[in-house]
């Protein structure tokens, strides 16, 4: 099993920024890919952004592209997700994932976190 757990969300203004954190524990090794999505109240659950073992493969939905940026430690099995110019439309819960196959906006990754709230305020 894989443990997945979030840090960094909370309360920004509009045009601010947060990084998101998730640290990976357990088997580790079993999981290539990490990833994140967001629920916003009321909505979908949706992709956001997903990155390879080794950083070499990034991907992002497009309402977050050239804000958003993913990136991984892999030392210490942590993936990050930098979001600058924060719309309060990016309101929602913010979850990790981790799978040994692609993360896209029609996967269902393995692993999940327990998720972290980010609320941008206008």
């Known amino acids: 099993q894989v443990q997945l757990v979030e840090s960094g969300g909370g309360l920004v203004q509009a045009g601010g920024s947060l990084r998101l954190s998730c640290a990976a524990s357990?088997?580790?090794?079993?999981?290539?890919?990490m990833g994140w999505f967001r629920q916003a109240p009321g909505k979908e659950r949706e992709f956001v952004a997903q990155?390879?073992?080794?950083?070499?493969?990034?991907y992002y939905a497009d309402s977050v592209k050239g804000r958003f940026t993913i990136s991984r430690d892999g030392a210490k099995n942590t993936v990050y997700l930098q979001m600058n110019s924060l719309k309060p439309e990016d309101t929602a819960v913010y979850y990790c994932?981790?799978?040994?196959?692609?993360?896209?906006?029609?996967?269902?990754?393995?692993?999940w976190g327990q998720g972290t709230q980010v609320t941008v305020s206008s």
């Open positions: 994932a981790a799978d040994n196959e692609r993360i896209t906006s029609l996967s269902h990754p393995s692993y």
């Open positions: 357990g088997r580790t090794f079993s999981i290539y890919y």
């Open positions: 990155i390879s073992r080794y950083g070499g493969n990034t």
